[in-house]
T-cell receptor, first 112, second 116 residues
Framework: GENVEQHPSTLSVQEGDSAVIKCTYSDSASNYFPWYKQELGKRPQLIIDIRSNVGEKKDQRIAVTLNKTAKHFSLHITETQPEDSAVYFCAATSDSSYKLIFGSGTRLLVRP | DTAVSQTPKYLVTQMGNDKSIKCEQNLGHDTMYWYKQDSKKFLKIMFSYNNKELIINETVPNRFSPKSPDKAHLNLHINSLELGDSAVYFC???????????????FGPGTRLTVL
């Protein structure tokens, strides 16, 4: 079955710097890769997603890149702000799978 | 206009008790899920229902029994609660999982279950 590995488990950056979180997946059939942000005590919320027919997607300060050959995808946050502090989860699934498999999460701390 | 709602938000109970968590979505989605998030924040799928039919059952003890009275509701009943059941339980929903296109899942606010 699908396995998703996420690194790093914790990431501390200075406000204004960039943050990068990386994930690898095992199932070459995976074609949908969402990223969720979970603030303390809150629900996971989708922040950006990408499908396998594109290599990069951007939404303001957030971007996701996908390398299908290497089976890895990354989340890039530029000009980080303290409110970006949260746990970020990557996930992977395919059109034929019934399961969304999550990575283990990255705790991002943005220091003011 | 809450999209996915759960009740209760907090649940504190003794070992051996039976409890239920309710979930409702008003997004018109066909598929609903239950996830368990443990103390290390791992999010793991437990069950998935599509139009009231069970399609995922992830090796969950049979003390856990989901029930879907209609496609907008998915409840979770837990019998004989154990200490290890303490976690946050999230309900989620998405468009028709069986339509052949993976789609975004929207999560409820979570229910923090504490078993004493």
């Amino acid at each position: 079955g699908e396995n998703v590995e996420q690194h790093p488990s914790t990431l501390s950056v200075q406000e204004g710097d960039s943050a990068v979180i990386k994930c690898t997946y095992s199932d070459s059939a995976s074609n949908y890769f969402p990223w969720y942000k979970q603030e303390l005590g809150k629900r996971p919320q989708l922040i950006i997603d990408i499908r396998s027919n594109v290599g990069e997607k951007k939404d303001q300060r957030i971007a996701v890149t996908l390398n299908k050959t290497a089976k890895h995808f990354s989340l890039h946050i530029t000009e980080t702000q303290p409110e970006d502090s949260a746990v970020y989860f990557c996930a992977a699934t395919s059109d034929s799978s019934y399961k969304l498999i999550f990575g283990s999460g990255t705790r991002l701390l943005v220091r003011p | 206009d809450t999209a996915v709602s759960q009740t209760p938000k907090y649940l504190v109970t003794q070992m051996g008790n039976d409890k239920s968590i309710k979930c409702e979505q008003n997004l018109g989605h066909d598929t609903m899920y239950w996830y368990k998030q443990d103390s290390k924040k791992f999010l793991k799928i437990m069950f998935s229902y599509n139009n009231k039919e069970l399609i995922i059952n992830e090796t969950v003890p049979n003390r856990f029994s989901p029930k879907s009275p209609d496609k907008a509701h998915l409840n979770l009943h837990i019998n004989s609660l154990e200490l290890g059941d303490s976690a946050v339980y999230f309900c989620a929903s998405s468009q028709d999982l069986l339509a052949g296109v993976a789609d975004t899942q929207y999560f409820g606010p979570g229910t923090r279950l504490t078993v004493l």
